[in-house]
């Protein structure tokens, strides 16, 4: 089930690079960031309630709560310098240098998290890398 949740998720970051495109022209990126994350709180805070799991905010851990904040703080940054990002380029061009996250990511994971760093992923990160660079040349 998580291949599915997966896939969904790269057809709506696809979407919103999209839409974001066409809805920042001639719109401070800084707002439109605003505004996004304003949608997000609110479809965000929605499902909470919709499934009935707000009351599991109080067993959130003390390094959960940090975590997590400091995952939104890195989501937010992100959020900001990607609007940015597209209000000055290429959607073509901003999004394929975006998506090297996941190669930052699979060093992270393997660094931090000490993760299984093996040869298919050595390859599929040159892969990825080698990529970005010809789409974006």
Same mark, same amino acid.
């Given at each position: 089930m998580?291949?599915?949740?997966?896939?969904?998720?790269?057809?709506?970051?696809?979407?919103?690079?999209?839409?974001a495109?066409?809805?920042?022209?001639?719109v401070?990126?800084?707002?439109?960031?605003?505004?996004?994350?304003?949608?997000?709180?609110?479809?965000?805070?929605?499902?909470?309630?919709?499934?009935?799991?707000?009351?599991?905010?109080?067993a959130?851990?003390?390094?959960?709560?940090?975590f997590?904040?400091?995952?939104?703080?890195?989501?937010?940054?992100?959020?900001?310098?990607?609007?940015r990002? =597209?209000?000055l380029?290429?959607?073509?061009?901003?999004?394929?240098?975006?998506?090297?996250?996941?190669?930052?990511?699979?060093?992270l994971?393997?660094?931090?998290?000490h993760?299984?760093?093996?040869m298919?992923?050595?390859?599929?990160?040159?892969?990825?890398?080698?990529?970005? =660079?010809?789409?974006?040349?």
């Amino acid at each position: 089930m998580w291949f599915v949740f997966a896939l969904l998720s790269a057809v709506f970051a696809a979407l919103t690079s999209i839409l974001a495109k066409i809805g920042i022209d001639g719109v401070n990126s800084n707002l439109a960031t605003a505004i996004r994350t304003v949608v997000v709180f609110i479809m965000a805070w929605g499902m909470v309630f919709l499934t009935n799991v707000q009351s599991g905010i109080s067993a959130i851990s003390r390094k959960s709560w940090i975590f997590l904040i400091l995952s939104g703080l890195a989501t937010g940054a992100s959020w900001l310098c990607y609007y940015r990002a =597209l209000q000055l380029g290429e959607a073509s061009k901003v999004v394929p240098i975006d998506k090297l996250s996941v190669v930052i990511t699979l060093v992270l994971a393997f660094v931090f998290l000490h993760e299984t760093f093996t040869m298919k992923s050595l390859i599929g990160c040159v892969l990825i890398g080698v990529g970005t =660079l010809v789409m974006v040349l």
